[in-house]
Nanobody, 126 residues
Framework: QVQLVESGGGSVQSGGSLRLSCAAS????????MAWFRQAPGKEREGVAG???????AYADSVKGRFTISQDNAKKTLYLQMNSLEPEDTAMYFC????????????????????WGQGTQVTVSS
């Protein structure tokens, strides 16, 4: 049974930091591209950061220089270190796993991802 379980969300003030984790199970982790998406109320789901199965990474322009995606293949865990958080970062953050995701689709094509977690809420206050 495939599972993606996010953790690490919470409420912080502007300028603060959070580290999200996504524990994966039930599939061959190293064969999959992994990504973080987020969705704020009334807005579409957007790609935040992704790692291709070959290790190449991509970031949304809005988080470049502030967020860092990483993974531990041995632990089958994906991370998102979020620094200098802004109120605009407030959203539900989702972990996603997909096989054969083209680099250009890492953040732009959510339908490329077969598996999704339930999400973890991040709230940033000004």
């Amino acid at each position: 049974q495939v599972q993606l379980v996010e953790s690490g969300g919470g409420s912080v003030q502007s300028g603060g930091s959070l580290r999200l984790s996504c524990a994966a199970s039930g599939f061959t982790y190293s064969d999959y591209s992994m990504a973080w998406f987020r969705q704020a109320p009334g807005k579409e789901r957007e790609g935040v950061a992704g790692i291709g199965s070959g290790g190449h990474v991509a970031y949304a322009d809005s988080v470049k220089g502030r967020f860092t995606i990483s993974q531990d293949n041995a632990k089958k865990t994906l991370y998102l270190q979020m620094n200098s958080l802004e109120p605009e970062d407030t959203a539900m953050y989702f972990c996603a796993a997909g096989r054969g995701v083209l680099f250009t689709w890492l953040l732009s094509r959510p339908v490329s991802y077969k598996y999704w977690g339930q999400g973890t809420q991040v709230t940033v206050s000004s």
